[in-house]
C-alpha cells in the first residue's frame, strides 16, 4: 500500500505541473481578454474538442485497460485492433462534428455579429482537427499505464498544457486571439509524437493498423459504450454551462469558465494522478478476486479526499474575492461577475472528486450501467432543472447551484449504491 502511495505521489507531482500550466492557460485569457466575447469564444471553441477527448478517449481506454487484463487473444495483436478501432473513430466523429461547425455554434451563440462570428469559427476550426490526436494520446497513455509507465503518460500532459499556453500567449500578438486555436493544435500534436515514441522507446507493442472486430474488440466497445454515456453525462455539466450561459449577456460564458476551472484545479490534481495509478491495478485486482485491497483503496482514496478537499473548498469559498483578483487581475466588472459564481461552484468540489472516484470501482466491477443512470437523473434532470428554474432570478449562479446540487445527488446515489451492493 505504501508503495502506491509513493507511486501516486511522484504521479500527483508531475500532475500539479501540468495542471499550473494548464490552469496558467486560463489565467492568461482572463488577464489578456477578461470576461469579453473573445474570451467566450476561446472558451467556446475549445469545449467540443474537449468533449470528445474526455467522453470517447477516457471510454475506448477504460474499456481497453478492462478488457486487456482478461483478453484471451495474442495481446499484441489485441493492441493494434484496439488502436485501430480508436483512431477510425476519432477521426468519423471529428469529421461529422466539423460537417456541422454551423449549427453547432449556432446553438452555444444566439446573437453574435458577422467578425465575432467569424472568430468563433475559426477557432473551432483550428480546434477541432486536435480532438483525433487527443483521443489517440489517451489511449497511449492507457498503454503505458498497464505496464506501469505511469510518469511517461503525466509527462505528456505537462507537454501538452505547457506548449498550448505558451503558443497561446507567444503568438498572440501576431495572430490575435487564433493563437490559442493553433496552440491546441500544435500541442496536440507534439503530446501525440512524445506518446508514440514512449510506446517505440519501451518496446510494449506495434500499433500498425490491424482492422476487424473479433471477440474482445467487441467485447471492448460493449464495455465502452455505457461508459461513453455516462462520461458524456458528466462532461455535459460543461456544455450545458456554454448553452445556458449563452443568453445571459457578454462575459457571462467566460465567467462561469474561470469559475469552473479554479475550482476543478484542486480535484483535478487529486483525481487524475489517484485514477492513473489506481485503475489499472483495480482492474487487475478485480480479475484476481482481491476484494479487500480494493476495499482498502476505495475507504483510503475517499478519506484522503475529505481531507484534501474539504479545508480546500472553506478557504476558496472565504477568501473567493481576492483569490480570484490574484489568480486573474480583473477589473472591477470581471470580478463582480465571476467571484458569486465561484463561490458556488467551490461547494462542488468534493462532490465532482468522489463521483469519478467512486466510478472507476463500478468500472472495474464490469458495472458501467448504473453510473450512467445515476448520472441521467442528475444532471440532465436535476442539474437542468434547477439552472432553468432560477436562471431568471439569480443568472450565472443558477447554473453553478445546479452543479453542486446534482453532483451531491450523485455522490449520495453512487456511494449508496456501491455500500449496498459491494460493501465499499
Given at each position: 500500500?505504501?508503495?502506491?502511495?509513493?507511486?501516486?505521489?511522484?504521479?500527483?507531482?508531475?500532475?500539479i505541473l501540468a495542471r499550473l500550466f494548464g490552469f496558467g492557460r486560463e489565467v492568461v485569457i482572463g488577464r489578456q481578454y477578461g470576461t469579453s466575447t473573445v474570451?467566450?469564444?476561446?472558451?467556446?471553441?475549445?469545449?467540443?474538442?474537449?468533449?470528445?477527448?474526455?467522453?470517447?478517449?477516457?471510454?475506448?481506454?477504460?474499456?481497453?485497460?478492462?478488457?486487456?487484463?482478461?483478453?484471451?487473444?495474442?495481446?499484441?495483436?489485441f493492441v493494434r485492433?484496439?488502436?485501430?478501432t480508436v483512431v477510425l473513430s476519432a477521426t468519423l466523429v471529428t469529421v461529422v462534428i466539423i460537417a456541422?461547425?454551423?449549427?453547432?455554434?449556432?446553438l452555444f451563440f444566439k446573437e453574435l455579429n458577422e467578425e465575432d462570428y467569424t472568430l468563433v469559427r475559426n477557432l473551432f476550426l483550428w480546434m477541432m482537427p486536435s480532438s483525433i490526436v487527443l483521443v489517440m494520446s489517451t489511449w497511449m497513455s492507457g498503454l503505458l499505464n498497464i505496464n506501469d509507465r505511469f510518469q511517461l503518460s503525466s509527462l505528456a500532459i505537462l507537454l501538452y498544457n505547457a506548449t498550448f499556453v505558451s503558443i497561446g500567449f507567444a503568438l498572440t500578438k501576431w495572430l490575435g486571439p487564433e493563437s490559442y486555436g493553433v496552440g491546441a493544435m500544435v500541442s496536440a500534436v507534439l503530446m501525440g509524437l512524445f506518446l508514440y515514441w514512449g510506446i517505440k522507446?519501451?518496446?510494449?507493442?506495434?500499433?500498425?493498423?490491424?482492422?476487424?472486430?473479433?471477440?474482445?474488440?467487441?467485447?471492448?466497445?460493449?464495455?465502452?459504450?455505457?461508459i461513453l454515456f455516462g462520461g458524456a453525462s458528466l462532461q455535459f455539466y460543461f456544455v450545458i454551462h456554454r448553452i445556458a450561459a449563452?443568453?445571459?449577456?457578454?462575459?457571462?460564458?467566460?465567467?462561469?469558465?474561470?469559475?469552473?476551472?479554479?475550482?476543478?484545479?484542486?480535484?483535478?490534481?487529486?483525481?487524475?494522478?489517484?485514477?492513473?495509478?489506481?485503475?489499472p491495478m483495480l482492474a487487475k485486482k478485480e480479475g484476481e478476486g482481491d476484494?479487500?485491497?480494493?476495499?482498502?483503496?476505495?475507504?483510503?482514496?475517499?478519506?484522503?479526499?475529505?481531507?484534501?478537499?474539504?479545508?480546500?473548498?472553506?478557504?476558496c469559498y472565504i477568501f473567493a474575492e481576492p483569490l480570484i483578483q490574484l489568480v486573474f487581475?480583473?477589473?472591477?466588472?470581471?470580478?463582480?461577475?465571476?467571484?458569486?459564481?465561484?463561490?458556488?461552484?467551490?461547494?462542488?468540489?468534493?462532490?465532482?472528486?468522489?463521483?469519478?472516484?467512486?466510478?472507476?470501482?463500478?468500472?472495474?466491477?464490469?458495472?458501467?450501467?448504473?453510473?450512467?443512470?445515476?448520472?441521467?437523473?442528475?444532471v440532465f434532470g436535476i442539474n437542468i432543472g434547477i439552472i432553468y428554474a432560477f436562471v431568471d432570478q439569480i443568472g450565472a449562479q443558477a447554473i453553478a447551484y445546479g452543479t453542486v446540487i446534482s453532483a451531491a445527488v450523485n455522490f449520495l446515489l453512487l456511494a449508496g449504491y456501491a455500500r449496498f451492493k459491494w460493501k465499499l
Amino acid at each position: 500500500m505504501s508503495k502506491l502511495f509513493k507511486i501516486i505521489g511522484g504521479v500527483a507531482i508531475i500532475n500539479i505541473l501540468a495542471r499550473l500550466f494548464g490552469f496558467g492557460r486560463e489565467v492568461v485569457i482572463g488577464r489578456q481578454y477578461g470576461t469579453s466575447t473573445v474570451a467566450d469564444a476561446i472558451a467556446t471553441a475549445y469545449t467540443i474538442p474537449n468533449f470528445i477527448y474526455l467522453v470517447l478517449g477516457g471510454a475506448l481506454t477504460t474499456a481497453f485497460i478492462s478488457v486487456y487484463h482478461s483478453s484471451k487473444m495474442d495481446k499484441p495483436l489485441f493492441v493494434r485492433k484496439a488502436f485501430t478501432t480508436v483512431v477510425l473513430s476519432a477521426t468519423l466523429v471529428t469529421v461529422v462534428i466539423i460537417a456541422l461547425t454551423n449549427p453547432i455554434l449556432h446553438l452555444f451563440f444566439k446573437e453574435l455579429n458577422e467578425e465575432d462570428y467569424t472568430l468563433v469559427r475559426n477557432l473551432f476550426l483550428w480546434m477541432m482537427p486536435s480532438s483525433i490526436v487527443l483521443v489517440m494520446s489517451t489511449w497511449m497513455s492507457g498503454l503505458l499505464n498497464i505496464n506501469d509507465r505511469f510518469q511517461l503518460s503525466s509527462l505528456a500532459i505537462l507537454l501538452y498544457n505547457a506548449t498550448f499556453v505558451s503558443i497561446g500567449f507567444a503568438l498572440t500578438k501576431w495572430l490575435g486571439p487564433e493563437s490559442y486555436g493553433v496552440g491546441a493544435m500544435v500541442s496536440a500534436v507534439l503530446m501525440g509524437l512524445f506518446l508514440y515514441w514512449g510506446i517505440k522507446r519501451a518496446d510494449l507493442s506495434s500499433l500498425k493498423p490491424s482492422f476487424g472486430m473479433p471477440t474482445d474488440i467487441k467485447r471492448m466497445w460493449w464495455l465502452a459504450l455505457p461508459i461513453l454515456f455516462g462520461g458524456a453525462s458528466l462532461q455535459f455539466y460543461f456544455v450545458i454551462h456554454r448553452i445556458a450561459a449563452g443568453g445571459l449577456g457578454e462575459g457571462a460564458i467566460s465567467s462561469i469558465n474561470y469559475a469552473s476551472k479554479l475550482t476543478g484545479f484542486p480535484q483535478a490534481i487529486l483525481m487524475t494522478a489517484v485514477t492513473t495509478v489506481i485503475y489499472p491495478m483495480l482492474a487487475k485486482k478485480e480479475g484476481e478476486g482481491d476484494t479487500d485491497m480494493i476495499k482498502k483503496l476505495y475507504k483510503k482514496g475517499m478519506l484522503y479526499m475529505v481531507v484534501l478537499l474539504v479545508p480546500t473548498t472553506v478557504f476558496c469559498y472565504i477568501f473567493a474575492e481576492p483569490l480570484i483578483q490574484l489568480v486573474f487581475g480583473f477589473d472591477e466588472k470581471s470580478i463582480i461577475l465571476t467571484v458569486p459564481v465561484f463561490k458556488v461552484f467551490a461547494l462542488s468540489m468534493f462532490f465532482l472528486a468522489a463521483n469519478t472516484y467512486i466510478t472507476r470501482f463500478y468500472y472495474a466491477k464490469g458495472n458501467s450501467i448504473m453510473p450512467i443512470i445515476f448520472s441521467l437523473i442528475s444532471v440532465f434532470g436535476i442539474n437542468i432543472g434547477i439552472i432553468y428554474a432560477f436562471v431568471d432570478q439569480i443568472g450565472a449562479q443558477a447554473i453553478a447551484y445546479g452543479t453542486v446540487i446534482s453532483a451531491a445527488v450523485n455522490f449520495l446515489l453512487l456511494a449508496g449504491y456501491a455500500r449496498f451492493k459491494w460493501k465499499l
